[in-house]
């Protein structure tokens, strides 16, 4: 069977450990067991064929070939439906093919996988078009991998395999409504305080417009495709009018940033532009620009919204917006007049022959506003109550592990599993490395997510080849952990002033991820026997 595309010629496409190719496998009944006694049953002289054909291992029957086509499409379906990383499908689905031994081509478009089937006695083939949408679900495709695995190491029949995948995708969602509204809830206020400087009553505020996000979500934008087409920009809307109303109160109780910010991680598009970037870097070069411009106009309707939604507010409340532009004046060093200047002594005499200067005069301020009891964008002086301060910095310690189980229950992993705890600690040590970065390295958020997602392909892919685990779902709580905690150091989602700079933010930072990650997947996999990557990896 030969691949003729892009990445065949260029040597980028990656293989699978399991692939026949690297393990020297073959699969000893490739048909049902069901449908050979069936054939040895039709055909009485069986056993004279056998002998004439003794390096034939595999009697041809055209209802086995059938059983592991539908597999194969079955497999590229669940693979979609579950959020697999889309830059393995097609080499994942290829060495399904060749362990099958069945001719067959896979192309990957964003929401569609092409499967093209060949019969090399008929010289026909036929395509399939497999289209289908889904989010990421870390349970099922964990479940999902085992399948596959079971059936490249010839322990399940190709139509068993069949059978399981399709219960897999008819089962209801691991958790309900009300519970994917409270993880939203404690999700995005553990997120304040973590990342973008929230106090105690903020992360409240957040919660609460995250759930109600999650809400709209489920029961609205699902349920109607005219809503869905402008659920994100309604709303952040909605978000960001309450969280520039909240702050605007005398007390300066709230705090925009900490509350528009963290209301909406629930939606920011972290994975997609991480998935597009290594597309990209893959060299797959359709779907990853496909993506990564899908998800920049994504995030400017994000910060269109939040602009919106706080102008809004402040053109029914004039005093809040003096008030806010007032304290802009007060922050800046230098300001600038445009206009005549005119002497009415003889100071400026001998400056153009005392006539009038015109043009644009800069003022700088030799004192200018302080800004010590600004922290991550928030006015936290000391006289405030506890409530109303940063949290102190040991509480981390609970807070990290805390939001990195309900980030991964938020993703539908079950809880009574030891692939919980793996994420769990993957996660606290991304976070650790990207603290400690920080420390070292300023105002450079991608080299510092790059540090992060080192560590966390380091550990995830170590985890994959000495335990047998899954690294993908491992590590995806851990490399989703950099995502806000990047923008944060980027200077908040809403600090930073436009649509344009949140998306070039959020694009340094997924690019530093992508770089971490396959630096580290490079380095584990320099040892060893096999010296492939990692199908199931990022």
Known sequence: MHRNDSSN????????????????????????????????????????RRKLRQRIRIEF???????????????????????????????????????????????????????????????TSEMHFVKCGGRLSLGSLHDVHQIYRMVVHDEISARKATVKLEALMEAKPLYGSLIR???????????????????????WIAGIGASFLCLMQICVATKSQLYANVFEISVTIVISFAARGLSSIRSQTFCYTAI??????????????????????????VCGSVKMVYALIYTLFLGFGLQIGSDLYLLFDQGARHDLAALAARMMTSAS????????????????????????????????????????????????????????????????????????????????????????????????????ANHFI??????????????????????????????????????????????????????????????????AVTIGITVGLFMSQALVYMFGSRKNAAIFSF
């Open 9 to 48: 010629s260029s040597g980028s496409q990656v293989i699978d450990p399991d692939d026949p190719t690297v393990t020297g496998e073959r699969k000893n009944n490739l048909d049902d067991p069901e449908d050979l006694e069936k054939a040895c049953m039709k055909q009485m002289n069986y056993k004279a």
């Open 61 to 123: 029957n055209i209802t086995s070939v059938i059983n592991r086509q539908k597999f194969l499409m079955r497999l590229a379906k669940a693979l979609m439906t579950f959020g697999a990383p889309s830059h393995r499908i097609e080499s994942q689905l290829l060495s399904a093919a060749r362990i099958l031994e069945v001719d067959a081509e896979f192309i990957h478009i964003p929401g569609v996988i092409i499967c093209s089937f060949g019969d090399q006695e008929t010289k």
């Open 181 to 203: 509204c409270s993880l939203a809830f404690c999700l995005s206020g553990l997120i304040c305080v973590l990342a973008f400087g929230g106090s105690f009553v903020d992360m």
């Open 260 to 285: 528009s910010s963290a209301g909406i991680v629930g939606i920011l598009p972290g994975y997609l532009i991480l998935s597009s970037s290594l597309e990209l870097a893959s060299k797959n070069i």
């Open 337 to 436: 007049i445009t206009g005549t200047f005119v002497s009415d002594n003889g100071t400026f005499a001998n400056i153009n022959h005392g006539q009038p200067l015109e043009g644009t005069f800069t003022f700088i301020s030799g004192a200018p506003y302080i800004r010590e009891h600004i922290i991550d964008g928030c006015y936290r002086p000391p006289t405030f109550p506890w409530y109303l301060q940063p949290f102190p910095w040991w509480t981390q310690f609970l807070i990290v592990p805390t939001f990195s189980i309900m980030s991964s229950l938020a993703n539908l992993q079950p809880f009574w599993t030891i692939e919980l705890v793996v994420m769990v600690v993957i996660s606290c040590v991304s976070y650790a490395a990207n603290k400690i």
């Open 442 to 507: 300023f105002n450079r958020s991608d080299v510092v997510s790059a540090i992060g997602a080192f560590a966390v392909g380091l550990l995830g892919n170590i985890y994959s080849r000495k335990m047998g685990g899954t690294a993908f779902t491992s590590m995806v709580t851990g490399v989703l952990f950099l995502v806000p905690s990047g923008l944060s150091q980027a200077g908040g989602i809403t600090a930073q002033g436009n649509g344009i700079d949140i998306g070039g933010a959020m694009i």
